[in-house]
């Protein structure tokens, strides 16, 4: 027999008494696709290759000397069983943003 519990508040789940959510989460890194314009390769026929050239590896050199680039996260995915109370909380306020506490600041 499996137990289960809610991974929230941590209340015993039993299959015959209790329903039982299953939360799955993903996170993973976004890359954008930037979309060439006519603009971009009017610009293009006017540069002189070679020099094109040279000015990418002379930036390219520039970001490895001055900076260490941040490797990308890998994705992730989770799973979590909750409660009916604790799944109906998460889906009113999934970040927990209404439950962070927020710091006022004066306006001096």
Do not use: W
């Not at 508040?9 to 015959?16: A, D, M, P, R, Y």
């Amino acid at each position: 027999m499996q137990h289960h519990s809610c991974d929230y508040c941590g209340k015993e789940l039993f299959s015959h008494a209790d329903a039982r959510y299953t939360l799955r989460m993903e996170a993973r890194m976004v890359c954008e696709v930037v979309e060439l314009t006519d603009d971009d390769l009017d610009r293009q026929e006017h540069l002189d290759p070679v020099d094109a050239m040279e000015d990418y590896l002379d930036a390219d050199n520039a970001l490895t000397d001055t900076a260490e680039t941040p490797l990308p996260l890998p994705p992730m995915a989770k799973a979590f069983d909750l409660c009916g109370p604790c799944y109906r909380r998460i889906l009113t306020d999934p970040l927990g943003l209404d439950r962070a506490p927020r710091l006022l600041f004066s306006d001096n």
